[in-house]
């Protein structure tokens, strides 16, 4: 069975880092491409970014780019996000999702909650 | 970016009535799209890829349609459990966006 098990969410204030973890596990992690994608309280889906199986090859919506870094363990099945000056705007349910196929969004994790505030 | 435009917003429906959803890419997106499920406090559900693919354990019910700039989702006969939010993706380039969603509720 497909599972993804996101964790490190948390409350944050302003300028602040933090880091995201997906555990994954029941299917070949180093075959897929793999993204975060966020919810904010209430709204609609929001593709982050993504990573190629290898790690060779890295993409960022424009809103986080320079303070995000998508980065995966192949070897521990596990993909990270490192968020740094978040932005109350940055507030959200991140999910992590697997891509066989880089046009889809296979499976999901539960999803961890991050809350910018002071 | 692609925008991505959905309608309706919501919509409210009976179980057993047929449904159709409309996804419009301000783009063309060839048939890179896909549709997603979502109910309150769970993550999406990848319903149909590649514009009119089911993904496997999808019930047949489900279908898409479309490519270019215009899209359709189609459920063909409503059961309890489709009641939930539904939200279509474009894939054809980064960044990969989302429709705004549509609330499906019970009439």
């Known amino acids: 069975e497909v599972q993804l098990v996101e964790s490190g969410g948390g409350l944050v204030q302003p300028g602040g880092s933090l880091r995201l973890s997906c555990a994954a596990s029941?299917?070949?992690?180093?075959?897929?491409?793999m993204s975060w994608v966020r919810q904010a309280p209430g709204k609609g889906l929001e593709w982050v970014a993504n990573i190629k199986q290898d790690g060779s090859e890295k993409y960022y919506v424009d809103s986080v780019k320079g303070r995000f870094t998508i980065s995966r363990d192949n070897a521990k099945n596990s993909l990270y996000l490192q968020m740094n000056s978040l932005r109350a705007e940055d507030t959200a349910v991140y999910y992590c999702?697997?891509?066989?196929?880089?046009?889809?969004?296979?499976?999901w994790g539960q999803g961890t909650l991050v809350t910018v505030s002071s | 970016d692609i925008q991505m435009t959905q309608s309706p917003s919501s919509v409210s429906a009976s179980v057993g009535d047929r449904v159709t959803i409309t996804c419009r890419a301000s783009?063309?997106?060839?048939?890179?799209l896909a549709w997603y499920q979502q109910k309150p406090g769970k993550a999406p559900k990848l319903l149909i890829y590649a514009a009119s693919s089911l993904q496997s354990g999808v019930p047949s019910r489900f279908s898409g349609s479309g490519s270019g700039t215009d899209f359709t989702l189609t459920i063909s006969s409503l059961q309890p459990e489709d009641f939930a939010t539904y939200y279509c993706q474009q894939a054809n380039s980064f960044p990969f966006t989302f429709g705004q969603g549509t609330r499906l509720e019970i009439k």
């Open positions: 783009q063309d997106i060839s048939s890179w």
């Open positions: 029941g299917f070949t992690f180093s075959s897929y491409w």
């Open positions: 999702a697997s891509q066989y196929q880089l046009r889809k969004f296979d499976y």
